[in-house]
């Protein structure tokens, strides 16, 4: 789940990261009174869930209170990247010296918590990256230790050669390790850690992730999600408890357990198609989920053919087939369904679904092949 600007300089403060108050602003009158309190020049910013606001002109300075007026009106509103902008930071700006990138990331190579520093902040990591990779810091964290402090003060010196910089950054080195484990984030950012003219260490622009999975058990992070955000189709499917990841294909997929969900979009790429997306529908056979799939992958217009692939364990394969039905009942399906069942109580499965006239099958390298096939006939 991606966090706001707004909320992600939450989480930095309770941790004791420096930097400027601010206040969130949903209407232009909102953040002229925010500047207003805030006195001095400040930078009105869209809180989207996208890097590169900067350029895209999301970011922009106000040297008073009318100013903030006329940035927000122009900056609530817009588009970036597909996404529109409802609210805005209005932070007092700082002065800048440098520029520099602080990451902590999960690390899926190392099975580690990684920190990447660089002093070409500012702008896109992933350019720097690329481009000069060489100016990029890399250490990884033994989440057993912790960061170490020597860990926090060679990160800080390959940012900083003035030992006041260096202190504050180890300090905030450590501060930005204890938010990411303390929140389950697979993600925290400070782009850009700045220096100002007067040598303070400020954290200027603040991105976070959490993992799904904290969510459970953090309620107070869960209610800073913001599904406007949010693929639509995903957002939808999170609510009837499905995992759902949309895809571009055009196979739209309805498997119980992840494996055999993960396997069976190999299979369909075997067969030369294109998984439409990856649905879990998980180990309860519970009719209802089945609708919601149905719902779900019928919404996407790419969407040539459905692929059920279940394997009848826990999950009871009648319950599916009464789920197939009970869907086809409420809505129209407009596309072709290729079943696959077997497994626990398939033999009633079968006579559930053929009493609509619909024929399942128990071979899933059959199915998967007529479903790939559909796809090239229909299109
Ligand atoms: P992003 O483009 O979405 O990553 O948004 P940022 O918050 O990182 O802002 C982009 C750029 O705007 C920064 O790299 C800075 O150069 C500039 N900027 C942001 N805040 C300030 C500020 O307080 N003062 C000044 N002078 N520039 C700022
Ligand atoms: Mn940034």
Request: hydrophobic share 45%.
């Amino acid at each position: 789940m991606n966090l706001h600007e707004y909320q992600a300089r939450d989480l930095l403060k309770v941790a004791g990261i420096p930097m400027f108050d601010g206040d969130v602003a949903s209407t232009p009158t909102e953040a002229e009174a925010i500047a207003r309190r805030l006195g001095g020049t400040v930078v009105v910013k869209a809180q989207v869930h996208v890097g590169g606001r900067g350029k895209a002109g999301g970011v922009k300075l106000a040297r008073n209170p009318a100013e903030a007026l006329e940035c927000a009106s122009q900056i609530l509103g817009m588009t970036i990247k597909g996404l529109v902008v409802n609210k805005v930071l209005v932070v007092p700006a700082a002065d800048i010296a440098t520029e520099s990138y602080v990451g902590l990331i999960l690390d899926r190579a190392t099975q580690l918590p990684v920190f990447m520093v660089s002093d070409a902040g500012g702008v896109d990591i992933e350019e720097v990256a690329a481009k000069t990779p060489e100016k990029i810091t890399k250490i990884a964290v033994d989440p057993r230790y912790g960061l170490m402090p020597h860990q926090a003060l060679t990160l800080a010196l390959a940012l900083y050669r003035d030992w006041a910089h260096v202190k504050a950054a180890t300090k905030i080195m450590m501060q930005l390790y204890q938010v990411f484990m303390n929140n389950g984030a697979s993600l925290a950012e400070i782009n850009p850690l700045v220096t100002t003219p007067d040598g303070k260490v400020l954290a200027l622009d603040a991105k976070i992730i959490i993992d799904d999975n904290e969510l459970d058990r953090r309620p107070d992070l869960a209610v800073l999600r913001d599904e406007s955000g949010e693929e639509p189709s995903e957002v939808q499917a999170r609510r009837a408890n499905l995992t759902f990841i949309k895809l571009d294909g055009n196979v739209g997929c309805v498997v119980n357990g992840a494996g055999l969900a993960m396997a069976t979009m190999d299979l369909v790429k075997y067969y030369g198609g294109e998984p439409a997306n990856f649905l879990d529908i998980g180990g309860s056979s519970n009719p209802e989920k089945v609708v919601n799939a149905l719902k779900i992958i019928t919404a996407d217009p790419n969407v040539k053919v459905i692929l059920f692939n279940i394997f009848g364990g826990i999950t009871r394969t009648d319950d599916v087939a009464n789920g197939i039905v009970a869907a086809t009942k409420q809505f129209e399906v407009k596309v072709p369904i290729v079943i696959r069942l077997t497994g626990t109580n398939e033999a009633e499965a079968f006579k559930i679904l053929e009493g609509v006239g619909m024929v399942a099958m128990n071979d899933m390298d059959a199915a998967v092949s007529k479903a790939v096939g559909l796809t090239k006939e229909v299109a």
